[in-house]
C-alpha cells in the first residue's frame, strides 16, 4: 500500500505556495489554468483512484493541459501533496463544514465536532490515511483549525502542553479508527481482492480451527459480532473517551489533581520522544493521516520532477473546479463494511 510523506518536496516552496500561493509572478500564467484547479484536480484524482494514481502527468491529464504546464505552477508532486493536504481542511465542497454556533458551546462540543468531522474527511479522502503527517508543513487551514480547538480549550485550568495531549489523545483514537475501517476498501482496491473473497479463503482451515476447541472463547462468539459499522465504533469509543477528559478536566479545576510532568526538557521530535501535535484535520486539530502505513516512499520521483527547477506561477484568483463528490456514507450515518480486519474469524 503506497505510503507518501508530507514535506517530502522543496519545503520553502511549498511554504511559499501555501501562504503567498495567489501571488502572480513575472510569467504569465496559461489561460484559465489557476493552482487551485491544480490542487482540487489532484484531489479528486486521489478521491477516485487512490494515492498511488496521483503523478504529475495524472493530474494533468485530468485538466486537459500538457505536463509541463502544471510545473509552472507548483515544482513537483511533493510539494502539490503539502497544498493537497491543507486544501481539504478549507471549509467548502472539497474540504470541511464550518462550525455550526452549537459546535463552539463548550470544550467537549468542540472536540466531539472535531473528531466526527475527522471521520468524515476520512471516508471522503481515504488516502489521508496513507500520508505519514508526523512532520506537518503547516499552511493556513492546518494552524485555522488547531486555533480553532486550543480556543475551546481555553479556560479549563489546562496547561498549554495539557492542551495539546487533549488534542493528540482524541486525534489518535479516531485516526486508528478510521484506518481499521477506511483502509479496508483502499486495499480491496489496490490488490483486487474483495472483502468477500478475502474471508472466504481463510473461511475452510479457519473452521476446522473453530470446531477443534482450540479457541473456545472465539468459537462461541456470534458471527454478528465482527459486524461493527464504523460510524458506531466510531461513537462506542468517543463518548467514554470525552467522559474521561471532563473528570480529568473537573479534577484539574477543583485543584484535585496536579499537572502532569508532560515536557520532557532537551527532546527533539525527531529523536522520537517527542510528538508535534500540529497535525490536524477537519475544523480542527485531527491529525489526517498520523503515521506511515507500510509500502513505497511515494515522493517526488524522477518521472514528476521537471529537469530543472523555475519561476512559478500562482496564476489567477478564481478557485478551480471542486473534487468530486465523496460516497455516501461520508456523512457518517451509513454502516462499516461489516467485518473488522483485526477480529474477523
Known amino acids: 500500500m503506497t505510503t507518501a510523506h508530507s514535506g517530502s518536496g522543496d519545503l520553502s516552496r511549498s511554504m511559499e505556495l501555501l501562504w503567498r500561493g495567489r501571488e502572480t509572478s513575472g510569467r504569465g500564467p496559461r489561460p484559465g489554468l489557476t493552482l487551485e484547479a ?10 477516485r483512484e487512490g494515492l498511488s494514481a496521483l503523478s504529475m502527468r495524472r493530474v494533468a491529464a485530468e485538466l486537459g493541459v500538457g505536463t509541463m504546464s502544471l510545473y509552472r505552477y507548483v515544482p513537483g508532486k511533493g510539494e502539490l501533496l503539502d497544498l493537497m493536504l491543507d486544501r481539504v481542511l478549507e471549509p467548502g465542497p472539497t474540504g470541511t463544514e464550518p462550525p455550526p454556533p452549537e459546535a463552539t458551546e463548550n470544550w467537549r462540543t468542540v472536540l466531539e465536532f472535531t473528531a466526527v468531522g475527522s471521520w468524515r474527511l476520512y471516508l471522503a479522502h481515504p488516502w489521508l490515511l496513507q500520508v505519514n503527517q508526523t512532520r506537518p508543513v503547516l499552511g493556513p487551514n492546518a494552524l485555522a483549525g488547531l486555533d480553532f480547538i486550543l480556543e475551546g480549550l481555553s479556560g479549563l485550568g489546562l496547561t498549554d502542553a495539557e492542551r495539546m495531549a487533549v488534542i493528540m489523545t ?67 469509543g468517543l463518548d467514554p473517551l470525552l467522559d474521561g477528559l471532563e473528570r480529568y478536566i473537573d479534577a484539574r479545576r477543583r485543584g484535585e489533581r496536579p499537572a502532569p510532568e508532560l515536557v520532557v526538557p532537551g527532546t527533539d521530535a525527531r529523536d522520537g520522544d517527542t510528538h508535534p ?15 506511515a502505513v507500510g509500502g513505497e516512499a511515494a515522493g517526488n520521483d524522477a518521472a514528476d520532477t521537471p529537469p530543472a527547477p523555475g519561476p512559478v506561477d500562482r496564476g489567477a484568483e478564481t478557485p478551480g473546479a471542486p473534487a468530486e463528490e465523496a460516497s455516501a456514507i461520508a456523512d457518517g450515518s451509513g454502516s462499516g463494511s461489516g467485518e473488522t480486519p483485526s477480529s474477523h474469524r
Open 38 to 47: 491544480i490542487v482540487d484536480a489532484a484531489i479528486t484524482l486521489a478521491d
Open 170 to 236: 482524541v486525534d489518535h483514537y479516531v485516526t486508528g479508527t478510521a484506518r481499521t475501517y477506511v483502509l479496508q476498501s483502499v486495499a480491496a482496491r489496490e490488490t483486487g481482492i474483495g472483502d468477500e473473497e478475502f474471508w472466504a479463503a481463510q473461511g475452510p482451515i479457519l473452521g476446522e480451527i473453530m470446531e477443534s476447541g482450540r479457541f473456545p472463547r472465539l468459537a462461541e462468539l456470534d458471527p454478528d459480532s465482527f459486524s461493527i459499522g464504523g460510524p458506531q465504533a466510531l461513537r462506542f
Open 277 to 291: 501535535a500540529t497535525d490536524r484535520g477537519p475544523g480542527g486539530g485531527e491529525a489526517a493521516g498520523n503515521g
